[in-house]
Every structure is written in structure tokens, then in C-alpha cells.
């Protein structure tokens, strides 16, 4: 066991003691029997939006709609409850375990998120949120920037309301950006993205220079059964447990579950196997932190995941396994046997690499410009919420920005900052995908260290209990325990860095490349 | 129009009109939202049933109890909070339409069917029935009835016990009764059951003595998905909307949903597709009540089906359309297309109805045997609640009567008194399937007499949309708006009968066997 190792597990020991908990004041109790049914009520919730994005046929969707808003509705009012900000308050200077703090001070986020926003300023959000989709995908569709400000500057306005309700003395940005992790202090992540941004740049300036020809090699049309069959076969591969998962398609893939039942989906265009392929893997990776959070603390906060680590174990599983030649050096017979064509690992491997500088989209990005992208979004956020630039020049700083970091411009605001739905429902969300990249880099970099075995040589094995068993351990059977700094810390010995993905960035793309 | 519609719909016009629900007062508007909310979550309870059934991995049983649990705990708390008691009191004496008042006495049921029994009491009736569960499998698999017997009695004296909580003025048994369906009075649905036993334990006797050989066509294996073409293409011949609804595998078959997604399932045996195919018919029915229901009023008593009318809308599509020659001589060219066999109709027609005298089983039983295992179990059950016969006697009273009746005698328990896992829930359940038959041949000659076409034509045609619409003028869009008894009368003209299935019954199979 490493130092970093003992460091985690100490915790967990001084944590976990049965005594403690039976030792708990009455009003500790109380508060985990409420905690407990909250989790359970919106898991039930978690059920409905599977199947109604999975299995519900079309003419569900009046009933669904007031079905979950209903379980909302009644989820809302056990947590505001009155009694929950009393037994939060009686909890305050409560002798508790470390374990039970946690839970404690969780709770207590979710309490004053929720209460210290009127429920009228709730309802207002929802509203222009619902309707601003409407009007952005019409001025998506006529190209017309002009047509969606009115409505994007209200979203603002509204949200800066938000903020302000939630905590008056702080910058609303960085009170947006806590909404999605508290733990995570927004400037280290902006020192993170500056590392970022500034050594990216010049690399993808190198590999555009460098003209180099990746393998594309596929050319062809698959059926939904045939490509299903191989991603299933993929996920089972890296560990996936169908015995308490499933495997489906949807518009969007996505994970939805808890440590009992976990499930993924994927989608399938016929001519890009590879994509779909990725997003399966990626949606595994979502699904091992999920599975991997301890049953015992199901329905509390020790049981429950940390938004802004999800995105690192998506990452991982896609990138630092699926994208690696060691992995194509396992995987592509398995591949050729289900698709056909007769692969080298190294054509499999360049495919899965392929870096496009020149597209525009975020969506469709590459593992390397995806975050130049995500990188100016979050800039034009923080610039727009805090006034820096106001509503109409919107469109001119995102085409500078995309002109300065990726060079290429976008003729029509439909391509640059028309492309995205997130706006419509909040800021602040975007630097989640690339703060996990960033810390997928960093796990993995600390797995190669502490794992006695070799981790391209497991991987060439297909021996990835090791890699599940190591995230297991250090990561997800913390659920909640550890904001997420002292997590990042505890596991990796150092806080936030860009430095393994940029290292890890320059190895792989440079040799491929040849830059 | 017929006199009879003209009853039904004089009924609906009085209390539809829109302008009395605009007036109505604050309180029952009050209500409504309340009704409706508990309706919504109880609609999300039953999507997760559903998935529960259909779509969970296995490992995901034990999170979905607790997510399940959880949500039935907020809709107890909703239901029985003071408030919804000081609503119903408040509009005692109001001024509302027939409609409004309809919804007041539906809601009002319920909430004293939950008020009324002690919190304890119900978590001692969950309790027990869970662990009786797994005692009378045991039982079952070992033939001991005595091991299961004192559970049992337990069930009984704890079901007593709530019965008076609800009503202590009247007969427990008839208090059970009335959980089911309250409007049907339990002295009609005992004549009924007289009449029944007294016309077919002879017509059975004489079937058997007859000693018909009926078609048995069916030899070989048909795998799942040539089974499921075949079923998928029935309901939908049917009038089954997969717009709003699926067809599933599960366990057992079952339907599940509302007027906008109601979902069913059914289940295949290799050598046993009639079985199957059967049992989908009968789903279809259910989920064509479901599926009928007035949109307008989802969430609310009059958009919400009767129990005792359910039963009467699969057995109609299952008996009254399903298995008659005309149906038969429709579909057996399709059944041909996908089994392979080359059946004539006549023979199709036979093996849809083959009747076993000698089963022991009732879930076995065919049309005719099955409603002589229903009056059986409602007549010892009624018997043991009352205390007219002990614990003791269950197994020699049950086989007296299976010999009384049927002819034959069960030599173990496991295949008389111990073989439905009912009684470990309760009790007085039964007797609505054999009331759902009788309703069906009731109200498929009131169908015949109605419509200016000739049924037998429309179903040789497949024509079934009459059929279907008929159903929903006359049954369906009226939701809970009459008592059952007023339904029926409203519709038939006369309460509940058994004349009709018995003539039914008398013509059809006496044709078949010749006698």
C-alpha cells in the first residue's frame, strides 16, 4: 500500500466504526431516516427518466411529465421541511463521527440550495429555462444570434438572482460554479485551464503543421444488432456487470442508477461504429463509480457520487483505456471479429486518435480540441455573468477566441455560439468535462505509480480488475466522505494539475503524429 | 342509440358540463389537486413495478424496495394527511355536480379505507404476508399444510382485525369484500355464483361424458421471437396502440399504465404458443380499458378504471373475441404464417378450447373448470373468515368440493388447498375473475343487441373497432363516475347476471362436444 493509500484508508477507519453510529444522537437519527428517503424518492425519480428516455412509447409523455413533477413536488417538500433545518441545526455543535459529518454537511448544501431560492424565482427558472429551448432551437435553426439574446439575458439575469439568494456576498459566477461542485475552488480550476490552454494551443498548431495521415479506416455500413454486440461485448470485457446493469440505446447515451443497478446506454449511426463504441465505453466508466459506491451507504451521502469526479472515471475508462495501443492491441481481433474488416492494431489505434482542428463543433470534437472549446465557453460565461462583455458582443468574442485557440472561425453563429443547449438551463456547467480529463489524467497517472503490475501490460491482457479495483478502492467507496480537493488530494498527493494530461497529451499525440 | 346508451350517456351529460366544474368550490378544487398528486405518484410507483418486472437486473431487487417503499410512504402521507379529512368534511354538504361529487366519494373511500386501520396494524399485515410468502412455499413444496396453518390463521385474525377497524357493524368477510370493489353488493355476486355452479357442474359432467375428441394440434417448439411476431401482430390486428403501450416479456403476464402508456407482457413456452397467445388477448383487454380512459380527467376518479370491470375486458377480448369460431376463421391464416402448421379454422377453433375436467390446477383450468375452482375458494375462504369451519378442516372441506364439482380429488395439498399463494395476502379476492366472465358474456349480448352489425361478421372481417368502441362509449370513458352496479345496470339494463355466460357457455360448448 502507498503512502496515498494509507493516507484514504485511514479515514475510512476512523470513519466507519459501527459504535459511533449506534451511538448517534436522536437527532442524527431522524435526520438519516429523512436523508435516506430523499435519496430513495429521487432515485424512484432516476427510474421514471430511464424508461421514459429508454422504453416509454411516445404518447407517455402528458403523464410522465406530471408524474415526475409530482415526485418532485413531494421529494421538494420532505427536504425544505422545517423539521430538516431544525434537526440540521440541533446537528451543529453535536458530537459526531467523521462519517456522520459528512453526511451532515451534505445534507445541509442540499438544504440551503434549496431553500434559500423562493420557490417563485424556482418556478420562474423552470419557465423561461423550458420556454429559452424553444426559442434557441428556432434561432439555432435561422442562424439568428439576435433572435435568442433577449431570452439569454433573462436566463442571466435570473440566475444572478439565483446566485444572490443562495449567498449575497459572493461573485454569482463562482456561486454558479459551486452549484455543480463546492469542493472544487473555482480558482484552481482556472489556473488548471490556463495550463491548459496555453500548452494545447501550440500542440494542435504542431499536429495541424505536422500533415501526418491517421489510419481512418472505416469505410462500410454495420446494423444496430451487429454493433450492440460488440459494444456489449466490449463493456463485459472491461468489467461491466450486467447483473446489475443494462445495456440499451437512446437519443443520448447515458448512465442512470445507483451501486445496485447501474444502467447504460449508447446510440448507433451505421457508418460510425467507432463512435458509438467510445460512448459505451465512456458511459462504463460513468457506471464503475456508480457501482462501485459502497451498499451499505446507499440512499446517504456516503453512498452517493461527486458530480465533478463522474466525468474523470467517464474519461478514464474512455481515454486512458479505450484510446491507449495497448488496448487496441488487445481489443482489435475482438473488433474484426464483429465488424469484419481485418484491422492492424495500429490502424484501430490511430483511429480512435484521430484529432480534427478544424471542426467547429463541441459535440463533435477530438480528445485534444474539446477542450479549447469547452476552455472559451467557460470564459464567455464568467466575462457575460460579471458584466465584462455585454449581450451582443457575445458572438464576435467567440469567434476571436475560436479564431485564437483552434484557428478557425466560425462563418455563422449557428456554428460558434449558437451550437450549445446548456446556456438555456444555466451557466457554469461546461468546465465539468474538462476538469474530469484533467483529473483522469492525474488518477492515472497515480494508478501507474502505486500498481505493481504494469498497467499497459494489464491492459494488453485484458486484466482490468486491477485498474476497477484501484479506482475502487481510492475512489468510489468514498461516495461523499471528502469534499472533492481533500479527495483529489488524498488519493493523488497533490491538488488539481493540468500537468499529467498535458504530459500524457504531448506522449500519445507527439508519437503519433510524429511531432 | 338503444335505450340502454341512452341511459348512460343522459348520465354523462348531466355531470360533464363544464361550466358547474368552474364554479365548483375552493375546497373541491383543493382536493383535486391533492387527488391528483397522489394519483401521479401512484402511477410513478407502478412505472417502477413495471421496470421491476420487465427491464431490472436482478441486482437491482434490493434499492428498488426501498425506492418503492419510500414513495409508498410519501403517498400514504399525502392521502392521510388531516388536511385531505377537513377537505372531504368541507364538502360534505357542498353543491357539486355529479361529477365532482363522484370524485369526493371515490377519494373519501380511500381515505378511510388508510385512515381507519392503524399504522401498526398495517406494517403487521406486510410483515406477515411477506414471511408467509416464503412459509407457504415451503409448505407447498413439502405437501404440509400443517406447517403453513398456523400462518395462516394468523392472516386470517390479522385481516379480521382490519376489517373492523374499517367497519365493525358489518360481516368481516363482506368488509373484505368490499376492498375489492364496494359496489357490487356481495349477495348478487353469491347468486350469481350460485347460478353459475348449479348450470355448469352439470354441463361439465356432460362434456366429459361425452368424450369428444376436440383438435390438440400444437406438436413441436417455437422459439421466443417467432412467438412474439405472432403476438405482436395479433394485438395490433386487435386495435392495440403501441403508440401508447409495449408489449414485453415478464414472469407472468400482466398490464400496467394509464390512458396515455399502458404497457403489457406476456410469456412463452417453446411447446405452449396458444397459451401464450391467449394470455396476450387477455392483456390487450386490460389495457384497452386503460387505454380508454377519458384523458381529460387523468389523475382523477373519473380517468381511473374499476376494479370488478377489468376482469370483464380481458375475458371479453380473451372469450368473446378470442376464442369464437369467427375469430378463428379470421385469424388462423396468420397463426399459419408464423407457427408453420396448416391448420383450418375448425381446428384452431378446437384447440382454443379444450376443456380439462380432471385439472387440479386452476391457474391450468380451462374457460368452464376455472370458475368452479373460483366458487371453491370463495366458499371455503368465507367459510374459515366466519368461523364455520377451523383451520383443520381446510383440506378435506377443499377436496370434498373439488369432488362435488369437479369430479376429482386431489391426493396431496399441494395440489388442493396449498396451491395459490393468495391467502398469504389476504382474502375475498378471488371471485373477481369469475365475476369479470360472467360481466364479459353479460355485456357482450348487450354489444350484440346494440350493434346494427353482426359481431361474429365484424370479428370474421376483422373488423374490431365497433367492438372497441362500443366498449368505450358504454364502459371505459365513464371511469369511476357510477358505482359498478349502476355501470352495469346502465349499460345492460339489468345488474349482474350469470344467464348470459351460462347460455354462452351452454351453446358454445355443446356445439364442441356435441351434447
Known amino acids: ?275 458509438a463504441l467510445m460512448a459505451t465505453i465512456h458511459e462504463h466508466g460513468h457506471a464503475s463509480y456508480q457501482l462501485g459506491l459502497p451498499q451499505e451507504h446507499y440512499g446517504t451521502p456516503l453512498g452517493q457520487a461527486r458530480w465533478e469526479i463522474h466525468e474523470s472515471q467517464s474519461r478514464f475508462w474512455e481515454n486512458h483505456v479505450g484510446r491507449t495501443r495497448a488496448f487496441w492491441e488487445y481489443f482489435t481481433p475482438t473488433l474484426n471479429d464483429h465488424l469484419g474488416p481485418d484491422l492492424s492494431p495500429r490502424e484501430a489505434y490511430e483511429a480512435a486518435n484521430q484529432i480534427y482542428p478544424n471542426n467547429l463543433i463541441r459535440v463533435e470534437a477530438d480528445e485534444l480540441t474539446y477542450h479549447l472549446h469547452i476552455i472559451l465557453r467557460t470564459e464567455v460565461e464568467k466575462q457575460f455573468i460579471g458584466g465584462d462583455i455585454g449581450i451582443d458582443e457575445i458572438p464576435q468574442v467567440w469567434n476571436d477566441k475560436m479564431d485564437k485557440y483552434l484557428g478557425v472561425r466560425p462563418d455563422t453563429d449557428t456554428k460558434g455560439c449558437l451550437q450549445d443547449i446548456h446556456w438555456t438551463s444555466g451557466f457554469a456547467g461546461f468546465q465539468s468535462y474538462t476538469v474530469g480529463s484533467v483529473l483522469a489524467a492525474q488518477l492515472d497517472a497515480t494508478m501507474r505509480e502505486d500498481l505493481d503490475a504494469d498497467v499497459d501490460e494489464l491492459i494488453r491482457e485484458g486484466e482490468f480488475e486491477p485498474l476497477l479495483d484501484w479506482m475502487n478502492e481510492n475512489v468510489h467507496r468514498h461516495g461523499q466522505r471528502y469534499p472533492t480537493d481533500e479527495l483529489i488530494e488524498h488519493v493523488t498527493g497533490e491538488p488539481l494539475t493540468a500537468d499529467y494530461f498535458i504530459e500524457y497529451a504531448e506522449e500519445k499525440f507527439g508519437e503519433l503524429y510524429g511531432v
Chains 1, 2 share one sequence.
Open 1 to 275: 500500500m502507498t503512502e496515498k493509500q494509507t493516507r484514504a484508508a485511514d479515514g475510512v477507519e476512523t470513519a466507519d466504526t459501527e459504535t459511533a453510529n449506534a451511538e448517534a444522537p436522536d437527532a442524527y437519527e431522524q435526520l438519516l431516516d429523512r436523508v435516506e428517503r430523499l435519496s430513495y424518492l429521487r432515485n424512484a425519480s432516476s427510474v421514471l427518466r430511464w424508461d421514459q428516455q429508454v422504453m416509454m412509447p411516445e404518447g407517455g409523455a402528458p403523464a410522465r411529465a406530471k408524474q415526475s413533477s409530482a415526485l418532485s413536488a413531494v421529494t421538494h417538500d420532505v427536504l425544505t421541511d422545517e423539521e430538516t433545518g431544525e434537526l440540521l441545526d440541533e446537528l451543529d455543535d453535536a458530537d459526531l463521527t467523521p462519517d456522520q459529518q459528512a453526511v451532515v454537511r451534505e445534507t445541509r448544501r442540499r438544504y440551503e440550495q434549496e431553500t434559500r431560492v423562493p420557490g417563485e424565482l424556482v418556478e420562474e427558472l423552470t419557465r423561461t429555462s423550458s420556454e429559452a429551448q424553444q426559442v434557441w432551437q428556432q434561432a439555432k435553426a435561422d442562424d439568428e444570434f439576435d433572435a435568442f439574446a433577449p431570452t439569454l439575458e433573462t436566463i442571466r439575469d435570473l440566475h444572478v438572482e439565483r446566485a444572490e439568494h443562495i449567498d449575497s456576498d459572493r461573485d454569482p459566477y463562482q456561486v454558479m460554479f459551486e452549484g455543480f461542485d463546492p469542493y472544487l475552488p473555482l480558482d484552481r480550476v482556472e489556473e488548471v485551464f490556463d495550463d491548459l490552454r496555453e500548452a494545447l494551443v501550440p500542440l494542435i498548431e504542431d499536429l495541424r503543421s505536422a500533415d501526418a495521415e491517421l489510419a481512418d479506416p472505416f469505410e462500410g455500413e454495420w446494423d444496430e444488432d451487429t454493433q450492440m454486440a460488440l459494444n456489449r461485448e466490449a463493456v463485459e470485457r472491461l468489467g461491466y456487470d450486467f447483473e446489475r446493469g443494462r445495456l440499451d440505446t437512446s437519443p443520448h447515451p447515458f448512465t442512470n442508477g445507483n451501486q445496485f443497478d447501474c444502467r447504460i446506454t449508447t446510440r448507433f449511426k451505421p457508418t460510425e461504429p467507432f463512435d
